[in-house]
Protein backbone atom coordinates (compact mmCIF):
# COMPACT_ATOMS: atom_id res chain seq x y z
CA UNK A 1 0.00 0.00 0.00
CA UNK A 2 2.95 2.23 0.83
CA UNK A 3 4.72 1.57 -2.47
CA UNK A 4 1.14 2.21 -4.41
CA UNK A 5 0.76 6.05 -2.20
CA UNK A 6 4.44 6.64 -3.32
CA UNK A 7 4.47 6.43 -7.04
CA UNK A 8 4.04 9.47 -9.12
CA UNK A 9 1.58 8.03 -11.73
CA UNK A 10 -1.04 7.16 -8.68
CA UNK A 11 -0.79 10.93 -7.94
CA UNK A 12 -0.73 12.04 -11.37
CA UNK A 13 -3.56 9.81 -12.45
CA UNK A 14 -5.58 11.78 -9.41
CA UNK A 15 -5.19 14.66 -10.70
CA UNK A 16 -6.58 13.66 -14.50
CA UNK A 17 -9.22 12.00 -13.21
CA UNK A 18 -10.14 15.04 -10.79
CA UNK A 19 -9.83 16.95 -14.33
CA UNK A 20 -12.04 14.19 -16.70
CA UNK A 21 -14.64 14.40 -13.62
CA UNK A 22 -14.44 18.24 -14.23
CA UNK A 23 -14.62 18.19 -18.02
CA UNK A 24 -17.48 15.80 -17.89
CA UNK A 25 -19.27 17.59 -15.42
CA UNK A 26 -18.89 21.07 -17.41
CA UNK A 27 -20.05 18.77 -20.32
CA UNK A 28 -23.06 17.89 -18.61
CA UNK A 29 -24.01 21.07 -17.37
CA UNK A 30 -23.72 22.50 -21.08
CA UNK A 31 -26.18 19.62 -22.93
CA UNK A 32 -28.98 20.28 -19.90
CA UNK A 33 -29.11 23.73 -20.90
CA UNK A 34 -29.12 23.17 -24.22
CA UNK A 35 -31.89 20.41 -23.66
CA UNK A 36 -33.61 23.32 -21.35
CA UNK A 37 -33.99 25.36 -24.44
CA UNK A 38 -34.53 22.57 -26.95
CA UNK A 39 -37.83 21.62 -24.49
CA UNK A 40 -38.94 25.25 -24.45
CA UNK A 41 -39.22 25.36 -28.04
CA UNK A 42 -41.06 22.50 -28.57
CA UNK A 43 -43.63 23.02 -25.51
CA UNK A 44 -44.07 26.59 -27.29
CA UNK A 45 -44.82 24.79 -30.46
CA UNK A 46 -47.27 22.27 -28.90
CA UNK A 47 -49.27 25.30 -27.06
CA UNK A 48 -49.64 26.49 -30.73
CA UNK A 49 -51.67 23.55 -31.18
CA UNK A 50 -55.77 23.67 -31.12
CA UNK A 51 -57.04 21.64 -28.06
CA UNK A 52 -53.32 21.07 -26.55
CA UNK A 53 -54.77 23.32 -23.46
CA UNK A 54 -57.66 20.57 -22.66
CA UNK A 55 -54.91 17.49 -22.92
CA UNK A 56 -53.11 19.92 -20.38
CA UNK A 57 -56.04 20.03 -17.79
CA UNK A 58 -55.48 16.25 -17.54
CA UNK A 59 -54.19 15.44 -14.17
CA UNK A 60 -50.84 14.05 -14.51
CA UNK A 61 -50.07 15.94 -17.74
CA UNK A 62 -47.49 18.17 -18.33
CA UNK A 63 -45.64 19.97 -20.86
CA UNK A 64 -43.16 17.50 -21.74
CA UNK A 65 -45.62 14.81 -21.59
CA UNK A 66 -48.19 16.32 -24.04
CA UNK A 67 -45.35 16.77 -26.36
CA UNK A 68 -44.85 13.10 -26.13
CA UNK A 69 -48.41 12.34 -26.41
CA UNK A 70 -48.76 14.47 -29.79
CA UNK A 71 -45.76 12.79 -31.44
CA UNK A 72 -47.77 9.60 -30.49
CA UNK A 73 -50.86 10.17 -31.46
CA UNK A 74 -50.80 13.29 -34.46
CA UNK A 75 -53.78 15.37 -34.35
CA UNK A 76 -55.89 15.36 -31.30
CA UNK A 77 -58.65 17.33 -33.40
CA UNK A 78 -59.68 13.66 -34.59
CA UNK A 79 -60.85 12.76 -31.47
CA UNK A 80 -63.74 13.69 -29.82
CA UNK A 81 -63.20 14.32 -26.48
CA UNK A 82 -60.64 14.01 -23.89
CA UNK A 83 -61.85 10.68 -23.28
CA UNK A 84 -60.62 9.35 -25.73
CA UNK A 85 -57.16 10.41 -25.76
CA UNK A 86 -56.71 9.33 -22.35
CA UNK A 87 -58.06 5.53 -23.29
CA UNK A 88 -55.77 5.65 -25.90
CA UNK A 89 -52.56 7.02 -23.66
CA UNK A 90 -53.61 4.84 -20.52
CA UNK A 91 -54.32 7.95 -18.54
CA UNK A 92 -57.14 8.28 -15.53
CA UNK A 93 -60.56 9.64 -16.75
CA UNK A 94 -61.75 13.29 -17.11
CA UNK A 95 -64.90 14.75 -18.48
CA UNK A 96 -63.81 17.66 -19.88
CA UNK A 97 -64.68 18.30 -23.99
CA UNK A 98 -62.28 19.04 -26.88
CA UNK A 99 -65.05 21.08 -28.74
CA UNK A 100 -64.08 20.82 -31.93
CA UNK A 101 -64.15 24.36 -33.93
Same mark, same amino acid.
Given at each position: MQYAK???????????????????????????????????? $??????? =?????? %?? #? &??????????? $??????? =?????? %?? #? &?????????????????
Amino acid at each position: MQYAKSKCWDQDGSIAGKAAVKWFVQKILELDAELAVIENQ $INRKCQE =IPHTGN %VL #E &ISGIGENTLSG $ILAEMGD =ISRFDD %VK #E &IQKLSGLGSCGMQLRKA
